[in-house]
Nanobody, 118 residues
Framework: VQLQASGGGLVQPGGSLRLSCVASGSIFSFDVMGWYRQAPGKQRDLVATITRGGSTNYADSVKGRFTISRDNAKNTLYLQMNSLKPEDTAVYYC?????????????WGQGTQVTVSS
């Protein structure tokens, strides 16, 4: 399975972006999908996840501003980002995880740069 992330760019503080992550195959088989981000010199951190059943989880820093969703028919994961702040600047990666017999198989997209600056 290949994941292709897109939608990043340069935006002013307070602006919005929507990231997309298209999978080469069906995403219905993935137990959890999510977005992570990595700022320069920092570790990769969780932003948001969504389960096959639609349950969501967010990092405290993005709650109320970001919304994760998935469209199984389009094999696409989304991240709607509103009220963006300079500290949201990072490379954003999509992730898909499948749990089989207690073993997790992780798949990563290539990353898309988000820069929030005036």
């Amino acid at each position: 399975v290949q994941l292709q992330a897109s939608g990043g760019g340069l935006v002013q503080p307070g602006g919005s972006l929507r990231l997309s992550c298209v999978a080469s195959g069906s995403i219905f088989s993935f137990d959890v999908m999510g977005w992570y981000r990595q700022a320069p010199g920092k570790q990769r951190d969780l932003v948001a996840t969504i389960t096959r059943g639609g349950s969501t989880n967010y990092a405290d820093s993005v709650k109320g501003r970001f919304t994760i969703s998935r469209d199984n028919a389009k094999n696409t994961l989304y991240l709607q980002m509103n009220s963006l702040k300079p500290e949201d600047t990072a490379v954003y990666y999509c992730n898909a995880a499948r749990y089989i017999n207690g073993v997790v198989n992780n798949y990563w997209g290539q990353g898309t740069q988000v820069t929030v600056s005036s």
